[in-house]
């Protein structure tokens, strides 16, 4: 008694093993074939209420749902006969397989991307960040995320092993920051701003490079040198490619000179503090004064700090009043939020 048990345990276990390797499109064939063919035997059966295409699929639905509510089943002993050895077995044994590939397929998504296996390339507008710091890279999150509150995916080329990720971003682990399959997975080839912050001056140049060569043209790209030789270097290649410098030294000894100038440039380049920050916009409207923009400013309640025409190599601080902003130019002031053009435009 116990052969013929095992026997029948072991054809069941195979042939959900089968139906769970099963490609979509096999399984889809063989639950159509099952839907059909009850069908056709609850029609043999004689099961008139069971035959209208939209009453059968409600019915075969319910059922293989497990759900059961009652309200339509077969009223011969032929149709229930059909029903309980025919229809219930496989109805319900595709219905479970579904969500069991479905749930597997989900399970895979998560365990490929939690190991940094995950491919973004499909992804736009996205902000990729190159390198990994474990206290200054999730400091750079807080900030972005605090900026844009979600509005644009962060993802994070890194090549350590993340144990503990944050939610907020997409991981991708490689070997290389310049490698070029790893950067497409990383989605470089449509973000919108790349940044850039390495562990050594030397990593940051070559990912920079790297960077620069796949990204789009209307890419923003940001690094972080300590040494101001290799934002030399830098430049003379990517010309477009915004290097920051270590300020540490300025920092200090500006702040010796004039106390408290350390807190008040943290807290124009910090979105986490209350209060003001700093902002930049690229002006697309037609040609303004920039004096009229400073007084537009000021009744949103913030301040110009400064201007950049078009192709010239650094702001100009507290510039004329008649001072014209063309389409293309940059402006940047101080604000407790981000205006828009629309905002500046107003009367």
Not at 73 to 96: E, K, M, Y
Request: net charge neutral; proline share 5%.
């Amino acid at each position: 008694m116990l052969l013929p048990r095992l026997k029948l345990a072991l054809i069941f276990d195979r042939a959900f093993h089968a139906m769970a390797d099963m490609h979509w499109r096999m399984l889809a064939g063989l639950i159509l074939f099952h839907a059909l063919s009850s069908w056709l035997l609850l029609a043999m059966a004689g099961e008139a209420a069971l035959q209208p295409p939209a009453v059968f699929f409600y019915w075969y639905a319910t059922t293989a749902y497990t759900v059961g509510y009652g309200d339509l089943s077969p009223q011969g002993v032929a149709g229930r006969l059909i029903t309980a050895v025919w229809i219930f077995p496989g109805a319900i044994a595709a219905f479970t397989t579904v969500v069991a590939k479905v749930l597997a397929g989900i399970g895979d998504i998560w365990r490929v991307r939690r190991s940094g296996k995950g491919d973004y390339s499909r992804m736009t507008d996205t902000i990729l960040l190159v390198g990994y710091h474990p206290a200054r890279t999730p400091k750079m999150v807080d900030e972005l995320c605090a900026e844009f509150r979600g509005g644009q995916t962060l993802v994070l080329l890194t090549r350590q092993s993340v144990t503990e990720l944050d939610s907020r971003i997409r991981y991708v682990q490689s070997e290389s920051l310049t490698s070029t399959a790893a950067l497409a997975r990383a989605g470089v080839a449509n973000a919108s701003r790349v940044l850039v912050y390495a562990s050594s001056d030397a990593d940051t140049l070559a990912a920079t490079l790297a960077v620069a060569a796949a990204a789009p043209e209307t890419a923003h790209i940001v690094c972080f040198f300590e040494d101001a030789d290799n934002a030399r270097l830098l430049a003379q290649h990517c010309p477009k490619v915004e290097a920051i410098l270590s300020s540490g030294p300025e920092m200090l000894a500006r702040a010796a000179r004039d106390p408290g100038a350390s807190q008040v440039i943290t807290a124009l380049t910090s979105h986490l503090d209350e209060g003001a920050t700093l902002f930049s916009l690229t002006w697309q409207g037609a040609a303004r004064p920039l004096g009229d923009l400073a007084q537009r400013l000021w009744g949103l309640r913030a301040t110009l700090l400064a201007h950049q025409p078009t192709g010239a190599a650094s702001p100009r601080f507290n510039p004329p009043r008649e001072t014209g902003v063309e389409a293309g130019d940059r402006i940047f002031y101080v604000a407790a939020e981000r205006l828009d053009q629309f905002g500046l435009e107003g009367s």
